[in-house]
């Protein structure tokens, strides 16, 4: 069993504030690593997928960078907006067909 | 855009009953996958399918379940005989590759539930 764990679980933020949060993987058998951002009663969409080490992508405010030796990877959001609020997941992809997801950050941001 | 779309959205069955959840991909994706919520668990992977056959599935994915890709356009999860803990959120996603350098899109899901 795949173990991939997010934290922290939630993030109360005020609009304005930057902030990030953790994804850790198995840093054995990596192929990808995969982000998704989740809001409430629509489809998960996809952010990034980042398949080397020391991969930083960016999208907008939202950024990330991966480190497969260590098995982790970081989400950035600068200046987070209430239109940020979601649950952002990660999810780990080894030589399989199989995603492999952590439980998730639930990001709030207050106006 | 493009989309994955999932019917019903909700689905309330008796245990033991025989349910069918229906996806449509999008249209040019050759790998097709359903996953699960159970609610306050992870999501979990289900099974994988790609060039008409099943590519990989899970634990989960016993002889209860099984997929079809009747008709090229519809993508459809049936469970034989329903037991409680299938309550959950079921996703269908579709890419156009493996998921390795792209995305899968996912659908919106289908509550099931079942009493």
Redesign the interface.
Known sequence: ILN?EQSPQSLHVQEGDSTNFTCSFPSSNF??L?W?RWET??????LF?M?LNGDEKKKGRISATLNTKEGYSYLYIKGSQPEDSATY?C?F?DA?????????TRLMVKP | EPEVTQTPSHQVTQMGQEVILRCVPISNHLYFYWYRQILGQKVEFLVSFYNNEISEKSEIFDDQFSVERPDGSNFTLKIRSTKLEDSAMYFCASGKEGQVNTEAFFGQGTRLTVV
């Open positions: 991939v192929y990808a995969h998704y009663a629509k489809s998960p969409e996809a997928v398949t997941l999810a992809k399989g067909n199989m995603l492999t997801f952590g439980g998730g």
